[in-house]
């Protein structure tokens, strides 16, 4: 069974421009969530989506924002590029967010950096 | 103050050594608790979950919630170098979703 898989692995941008990443969940999974990891924050939920609803939303700028197609795959895009959002971009799928096991199946992540 | 603390570490033991890794919450309503380890430019994976107080044990892997003192613990047994990695305690009011991570504990077991 294939993980979660997102693109691009790495990307650099420079400030003010626009991104937009990918995830593909694991198979069946219809919960996808976002979430942005730095050495000085760690990890912070960005969103979460669930045939194609976002059902919950973290403390982040109306310039992060996202969406979920019907086959469950999910976008996440980020405007206005700023220095501070240069991080590690983790994708994770479940089966569904409420499930009670609490397990996120977490992709490898986009890096992206911001110049 | 953030609702999860956790010691980043970095914590460095022989092997065969006991390990113990521990976090702190302030948020009451938390009821699901893990613990996650992701390896270096690797996606973090769930180790172990625990849901209210008490103690799970998984192998050489042993995790403690305590809710009236807002303690979480994992213990990890006969420590390997496999074992070297970042480990995160996460937590949720609702199974998987919207997790509060700690910062991660560096941890390098050393032959």
């Known amino acids: 069974k294939a993980g979660v898989t997102q693109t691009p692995r790495y990307l650099i941008k420079t400030r003010g421009q626009q991104v937009t990443l990918s995830c593909s969940p694991i198979?069946?999974?219809?919960?996808v969530s976002w979430y942005q990891q730095t050495p000085g924050q760690g990890l912070q939920f960005l969103f979460e989506?669930?045939?194609?609803?976002?059902?919950n939303k973290g403390n982040f700028p109306g310039r992060f924002s996202g969406r979920q197609f019907s086959n469950s795959r999910s976008e996440m895009n980020v405007s206005t590029l700023e220095l501070g959002d240069s991080a590690l971009y983790l994708c994770?799928?479940?089966?569904?967010?409420?499930?009670?096991?609490?397990?996120?199946?977490f992709g490898e992540g986009s890096r992206l950096t911001v110049l | 103050q953030k609702e999860v603390e956790q010691d980043p570490g970095p914590l460095s033991v022989p092997e065969g050594a006991i390990v113990s890794l521990n976090c702190t919450y302030s948020?009451?309503?938390?009821?699901?608790f893990m613990w996650y380890r992701q390896y270096s430019r690797k996606g973090p994976e769930l180790l172990m979950y625990?849901?209210?107080?008490g103690n799970k044990e998984d192998g050489r892997f042993t995790a403690q919630v305590d809710k009236s003192s807002k303690y979480i613990s994992l213990f990890i047994r006969d420590s390997q170098p496999s074992d070297s990695a970042t480990y995160l305690c996460?937590?949720?009011?609702?199974?998987?979703?919207?997790?509060?991570f700690g910062q991660g504990t560096r941890l390098t077991i050393n032959p």
């Open positions: 994770a799928s479940s089966l569904d967010s409420v499930s009670e096991t609490g397990e996120l199946f």
């Open positions: 198979s069946g999974h219809r919960s």
């Open positions: 989506y669930f045939s194609e609803t976002q059902r």
């Open positions: 948020n009451s309503a938390f009821q699901y």
């Open positions: 625990t849901y209210s107080s």
């Open positions: 996460a937590m949720s009011v609702g199974g998987a979703q919207k997790l509060v």
